[in-house]
Nanobody
Framework: QVQLVESGGGLVQAGGSLRLSCAASGRTFSSCAMGWFRQAPGKEREFVAT????????YYADTVKGRFTISRDNPKNRVYLQMNSLKPEDTAVYYC?????????????????WGQGTQVTVSS
């Protein structure tokens, strides 16, 4: 089992930045690939970014590429999402997710554990 707790969400103006953090506990975090997803009202949960167990592979949705950066600190059992140049369309609940394997994945159904989410609201 892996328990995930997100933090760092909030209200920010367009063009601003936020850094989300996800604290993991339980199963060996360093062996898990991690991902960030988001869900806006009335929409399905969508992929944002993923990172392999050692940080060697990182991939992003086209909508956030060049603005968001995923990273991880295995000794601290944390994964981060640095979000810059935020847009109103980035408004959503952001979820951290973990896999029972070290390989990255884009599909939410390939993730085994989820956090409770943190709200990000970008005003225009």
């Amino acid at each position: 089992q892996v328990q995930l707790v997100e933090s760092g969400g909030g209200l920010v103006q367009a063009g601003g930045s936020l850094r989300l953090s996800c604290a993991a506990s339980g199963r060996t975090f360093s062996s898990c690939a991690m991902g960030w997803f988001r869900q806006a009202p009335g929409k399905e949960r969508e992929f944002v970014a993923t990172i392999s167990w050692n940080g060697g592979r990182r991939y992003y949705a086209d909508t956030v590429k060049g603005r968001f950066t995923i990273s991880r600190d295995n000794p601290k059992n944390r994964v981060y999402l640095q979000m810059n140049s935020l847009k109103p369309e980035d408004t959503a609940v952001y979820y951290c997710a973990a896999r029972n394997t070290g390989s990255y994945a884009f599909d939410r159904y390939e993730y085994d554990y989820w956090g409770q989410g943190t709200q990000v609201t970008v005003s225009s």
